[in-house]
Nanobody, 117 residues
Framework: QVQLVESGGGLAQPGASLRLSCAAS????????MGWYRQRPGEKRELIAE???????NYADSAKGRFTISRDDTKRTVDLQMNNLKPEDTADYYC???????????WGQGTQVTVSS
């Protein structure tokens, strides 16, 4: 089993930055793809950014130019640097990951981001 724990959420003003971090613990499966999703109230969970084992990266249009995803396989972490935050970025942010030795997609418990003046 793998546990994913997010951190770094909170309250930010429009235009500010936040950095979210997700740490994987538990079984030392090799990390394949890790990603960040978000879910606004009343909406479906949506992909924001994902990064593959060979560092291929995919961003949602809403994240391009403002968000940067990165991973550190030694620390088993994936970070999401969010710049120029907008009120519409307000959501619960979730980390997910899949691992080579497992057919399970793991999810973190989520961290809340609120962008408001």
């Amino acid at each position: 089993q793998v546990q994913l724990v997010e951190s770094g959420g909170g309250l930010a003003q429009p235009g500010a930055s936040l950095r979210l971090s997700c740490a994987a613990s538990g079984s030392m499966f090799r990390i394949n793809t890790m990603g960040w999703y978000r879910q606004r109230p009343g909406e479906k969970r949506e992909l924001i950014a994902e990064i593959g084992s060979r560092s291929g990266i995919n961003y949602a249009d809403s994240a391009k130019g403002r968000f940067t995803i990165s991973r550190d396989d030694t620390k088993r972490t994936v970070d999401l640097q969010m710049n120029n935050l907008k009120p519409e970025d307000t959501a619960d942010y979730y980390c997910n990951g899949d691992f080579f030795e497992s057919n399970i997609i793991y999810w973190g418990q989520g961290t809340q981001v609120t962008v408001s003046s």
